[in-house]
């Protein structure tokens, strides 16, 4: 098969999976992908997953790509809130939240970290567009439970200014009630006192 006609086809795709390749192409050679990673045309990033190696990746198409390659799972934690601007810092590492055993890959577009969460706390997120596809990440209020939920340190006011939070985002655009109800749901007593602490750091 010509690597011109495949790449016509999947060129708009941030990744895909040799199931995605099969639908398009039943008679599909597997050797091909082994031939066009040697050759630096794709790379792979996880078994049986794929990206082109000329594509550019930003972030979003990032978020993607960890959605895909570790199933369930949506972006949250250092990640999400530094796309709501919760946090002043980007981070080097997707972060992730999902119901399997926690995990770690690193490949060629970035590096990726999940964490796990009951199915019952495996909620929260939201389905963005991007393109021709969407990616889950948490809503701001479940990002911000998700990371004081997983952080055993956060115990004082300290450690929440520590934090670094933008309060001025906290106040106008962070829904505090949806907070408060999603915090009840993970049925943690702990959890509910730094939700406290974030109320005091925010209204004080």
Known sequence: MLYLSFKSIFNNYPIFSLKDIEKSFP?????????????GYIYKLRSQHYCFA?????????????NRIYKPSYVSLETALFYY?????????ITS??????????????????NTLG?????????????????KIAEPEKALLDFLYLKSYIT??????????NKITLKHDFDFQKFYNYANLFNS????????????????
Not at 156 to 165: S, Y
């Open 27 to 39: 008679d599909f050679n597997k050797m091909n992908l082994y031939n066009w990673q040697k050759k």
């Open 119 to 135: 199915a019952s706390r495996f909620f929260g997120y939201r389905l963005v567009q991007n393109e021709l596809f969407t990616f």
């Open 97 to 114: 939240i999902s119901t399997l055993k926690t995990k770690s890959f690193k490949n060629s577009v970035g590096n990726f970290t999940y």
């Open 189 to 204: 007593k702990v959890l509910l006192l730094r939700v406290d602490l974030i109320r005091e750091f925010i209204y004080a």
């Open 54 to 66: 000329d594509e550019q990746y930003d972030e979003e198409k990032q978020y993607i790509i960890a």
């Open 85 to 93: 601007g919760l946090i002043p810092e980007a981070v080097f590492t």
């Open 156 to 165: 004082t006011m300290e450690d929440i200014l520590g934090l670094r939070l």
